[in-house]
């Protein structure tokens, strides 16, 4: 990875270009009162912004620490050439018409890998992107509008759509952003790569990444282990669940989204907490700028209203949050600032009485705030301002300010509604050290997320695995399929492969009643009735071979006494490494979409971990006196199938196992799917 730090914190900057975006990106150091060095370079301007412009990079004083290339992508390659040359510190590529256009042109494509060529050991950012901007330093490399200011510490955010970051820095939620960055195709320099140099900055307390393909597995991984030894955190929304938007991905980008399944396991491997929505991705950066990560997730409710109480208590059964029961110091201290009208609890419905009172709205915080609870909320929604007066509501500002004095643990004040705090208000909590956060599902989401980073700080994992893909897969018998597995350790029904009646009636008999029976050669044998079960003795098993019809036979031991069914599969995912997924299986399988995923390799207890997130833990653990399934054997087959895999790295693109039925003793699969191919070398 290139040093990015004098593209990303630099003393001069070259503006290279004369047209409206690049009169921009002046502007914009200008405003920002950017203390270094800022070069114009155009072939005929004398001057841009008030600022002489250089006829070349060549005539520069001297190389530029950062450059915003604002010419054509043709240019654009040979700019880069000249500015690597003079030992510059690095470009902003904004042209477009690289690696994304190669759908409607071909030689798009090839540019790009004229601009790598001519970049060399010179970090570039983009190309078709919109650069950055360093709200710490005020380096504007940025050719448009943002809502952003001047900040002394605060969040970085890097995106691959440069209008989403617009967006984003136009948020009015007094969340501190220290940079704001866009990546464009990626070409040299990816989301993992600036990432990892921004977290670098003392400045910075946490990162947001807006993700459309992961591309590097490898630079990712860093970056969470980087992040992890660092205490900081890092947040990404992740589009490309639908088809749509794996469309719209790669056609923007050019950068490979991969399954959505895959890209959700990295991300949990990683410790990366992925969030829903752009609202509640920027309070848990804004949570995680103002107490770090949390060590657990429970959490003090106070309201004047019972049914802000209620609303609260009802909106987190849907996170991973707890509200704790008051301690005795918690309920002493209630009550004296409360009396004994208000019935103390955790939510607390604090009424009215004391509402005027800033001592006493301060002396209840203070108490509530004694308990063990990670973070305490004060549901506070403020009067807009345009047709209202807020003078009512100093007291609650009052209030807070002496708790944060007296109490211990972070103070929040949250709203019902987003829009019900202003920017002004949100402001002058942060100085009072009070953490503003906008909206129920936005906090509840962000103390869950940051009290999952916080687990998965003290996680280690051994490297992703990744491979390559076959040629020519083809989809392996059923039988065959088995024989391979069950060298690897899979517990598989004891079987025969028969053709003749009577060698059939014989491998019955020998394995013995009740017997499943598969014929060979078919494709979907359930919709071609091509299976039978239960056979429980010789004159039904004829009948079955008879009826079916078909040249050859796999005859299989019948397993009886199920605690459940279970799907697990390895499949080659291509922008993320082998995913493994555990599911309910059988007919279970699509009705209740109950599955989880993991990318290899995964230990025995990340297994165990995985089927306990499912909603068939409670069978797998003996539900209403029903005997319990043996934890040890599920993870033993799941074990094998990635031995099998991690064996045909190369080869190997789908293995299934559905069912696998899981008894008291053991864990079978009776049916096993395997597609492979020939090892590209």
């Known amino acids: 990875m290139q040093d990015l730090d004098r593209l990303l914190r630099p003393q001069s900057i070259a503006v290279i270009g004369g047209g409206m975006w690049c009169r921009s990106v002046i502007e914009q150091c200008q405003k920002f009162g950017f203390s270094g060095n800022l070069w114009p370079v155009h072939p005929k301007a004398e001057e841009i912004g008030g600022l002489r412009a250089y006829r070349s990079v060549n005539e520069l004083p001297d190389a530029p620490d950062a450059a915003f290339i604002g010419v054509n992508r043709h240019a654009t390659v040979d700019v880069v050439k000249n500015l690597a040359n003079v030992g510059s510190g690095g470009a902003v590529c904004f042209a477009s018409g690289f690696l994304e256009a190669q759908a409607e042109d071909e030689g798009g494509a090839k540019l790009q890998q004229e601009l790598l060529t001519a970049a060399g050991d010179m970090p570039i950012i983009g190309p078709n992107c919109y650069g950055f901007i360093n709200y710490l330093d005020g380096a504007a490399l940025w050719p448009d509008q943002h809502g952003g200011r001047r900040v002394e510490r605060g969040v970085a955010i890097i995106t691959q759509s440069s209008n989403m970051a617009i967006n984003i820095s136009m948020q009015n939620r007094a969340l501190p952003i220290a940079y704001i960055a866009t990546a464009g195709n990626q070409a040299q320099q990816g989301l993992a790569d600036i990432g990892r140099a921004l977290l670098c900055d003392d400045r910075v307390s946490a990162l947001g990444l807006h993700i459309e393909g992961l591309g590097n597995i490898a630079a990712f991984e860093a970056l969470s282990k980087a992040a992890k030894e660092m205490g900081k955190g890092i947040v990404a929304i992740k589009v490309g669940q639908s088809e749509q938007a794996q469309a719209a991905t ?204 916080a687990l998965s700080q003290e996680d280690t994992w051994p490297p992703i695995v990744i491979g390559k893909s076959s040629r020519n897969p083809v989809l392996i018998d059923e039988a065959d399929a088995k024989s391979e597995l069950s060298a690897f350790g899979l517990d598989v029904p004891h079987r025969a492969i028969a053709s003749s009646l009577e060698d059939i009636l014989k491998e019955g008999t020998r394995i013995g009643f009740p017997l499943a029976l598969k014929g060979r050669g078919i494709a979907h044998k359930t919709e071609s009735g091509a299976v039978r079960l239960d056979i429980s003795n010789s004159e039904e098993l004829e009948r079955a071979v008879r009826e079916m019809g078909v040249k050859e036979f796999l005859v299989e031991e019948m397993i009886e006494e199920a605690v459940c069914e279970l799907l697990i599969g390895i499949t080659r995912d291509a922008a993320h490494g082998f995913v493994l997924t555990l599911a309910a299986g059988g007919v279970l399988t699509e009705l209740l979409s109950d599955q989880v995923s993991l990318v290899l390799p995964v230990q025995v207890k990340d297994v165990n971990k995985a089927l306990g997130q499912l909603k068939l833990s409670k069978l797998l653990a003996g539900y209403r006196g029903k005997p319990a399934a043996e934890l040890s054997q599920i993870a033993k087959a799941v074990m094998a199938l990635q031995e099998y895999v991690l064996a045909h790295i190369n080869e190997v693109e789908e293995v299934e196992i559905n069912p696998l039925i899981v008894t008291p003793a053991r864990s079978i699969a009776v049916d096993a799917l395997i597609r492979k191919g020939e090892a590209d070398v």
Request: proline fraction near 5%.
């Open 250 to 453: 790669i056609s923007h980008t050019a950068s490979l989204a991969g399954s959505d399944a895959g890209a959700r396991a990295v991300l949990n491997r990683l410790g990366i907490a992925r969030l829903k929505s752009v609202p509640e991705f920027l309070e848990t950066l804004k949570l995680l700028h103002f107490c770090g990560p949390l060590k657990g997730n429970k959490i003090a409710s106070l309201s004047c209203s019972g049914g802000e109480a209620s609303l609260i208590a009802d909106t987190a059964l849907s996170y991973n949050v707890r509200f704790p029961a008051l301690n005795e110091i918690q309920r002493v201290g209630l009550r004296q600032a409360l009396g004994p009208m208000v019935a103390v609890a955790n939510p607390l419905d604090y009424h009215t009485y004391i509402w005027g009172n800033g001592r006493a709205i301060g002396a209840m915080m203070s108490a509530m705030m004694t308990g063990d609870q990670d973070i305490t909320l004060s549901i506070v929604d403020f009067p807009r301002d345009d047709r209202c007066s807020p003078a009512a509501w100093e007291c609650i500002l009052e209030g807070a300010e002496i708790a944060v004095k007296e109490g211990s643990g972070p103070l929040a004040f949250v709203t019902t509604l987003p829009e019900n705090i202003s920017e002004p208000v949100a402001d002058r909590l942060m100085a009072m050290n009070v953490l503003p956060m906008h909206g129920f599902n936005e906090t509840l989401a962000a103390i869950e997320a940051a009290h999952f980073i």
